[in-house]
């Protein structure tokens, strides 16, 4: 955005890495991390192993890998698994559960959530005819949901319930920061019901690439050879997990900036015939914008023009997220989208 003018609201992945950020990249220590020789790589992993409260980490290359080497770790060809209505790795990972993976998704819940019921109906008996049910995986925040946060209470008992009934646990953590700013709750008391976590620094952090994957000493050695196996073994990679490294120690406690430029864009636009947005669903950097009767392409259109971008969640939805390049004006870029929406409902 700052380059051309226009205020980026499209996705919380368009930041760019903030000149300290390149200099402690540029400054990197690093090695060849498929010998496990990359200091800063190494760094990383223990870093964000302990902030999740796992024993060890896998750096990878981006949310999807991270989601997909943790399913292939932990299911079989045919199996079943159970994702929240909209889940990132059944929507949004170009198929790779099924083609990669060779494992079924099946969506338990509404709006992102699920509760212990949703899974107990949807988990398969046993016999040679169905599909083996063996992990269930959350995502929190909740992309598709509107950035929705899991109630803890909600989150112990579902992981609880899944684990009595030998479920494997994993979390889509790509905006677990996200998560524990809003709820106040350390990311390792997210993580803790859970045998595999991924994570995004890509996101939310500010960080120019990068997750991770978090979870047993020994379920991280089957990662990173999966990890190998997709062509994901990286050699000099501690260039960009510096990034990731200054990400986690400068811009976590900065996500609170986000939420409440979100909150003060939700309210704004709540305020506008002919846009609906549920203000209390707006937990953390993400608000959706329904336009009944306006297509959302006409928004987007509309609102490029007036030097705003956003994004399609639907025929008549539009996703709005903050983030670190849009600080200071994503709340202007709200109320000019405001302004757009008004004008566009009044001519519908
Ligand atoms: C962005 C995202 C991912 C990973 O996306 P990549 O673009 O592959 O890094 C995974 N899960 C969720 C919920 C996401 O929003």
Known sequence: MADSGLIDLRSDTVTRPTPAMRQAMASAEVGDDVFGEDPTVCRLEETVAALLGKEAALFVSSGTMGNQVSLLAQTRRGDEILVSEGAHCAWYEAGAAAAIGGVQAVVIGKGGLFTSADIEQAIKPQADWYPRTSLVALENTHNRAGGRVWPMAQLLEVTAFARARGLALH?????????????????????????SVSVCFSKGLGAPVGSAICGSRDLIRACRRLRKMLGGGMRQAGVIAAGAIYALEHHRDRLARDHDNARAIAKRLAAVEGARVDEGSVESNIVMLDTPGVAAERVIEAARAAGVLVSAFGPERIRIVTHLDVQDTAVRGGEVLADVVAKLAKRA
């Open 171 to 195: 979390l889509d953590g790509a905006r677990i920061w996200n998560a524990s700013v809003a709820a106040g709750v350390a990311p390792k008391d997210i993580a803790a019901p859970f045998d």
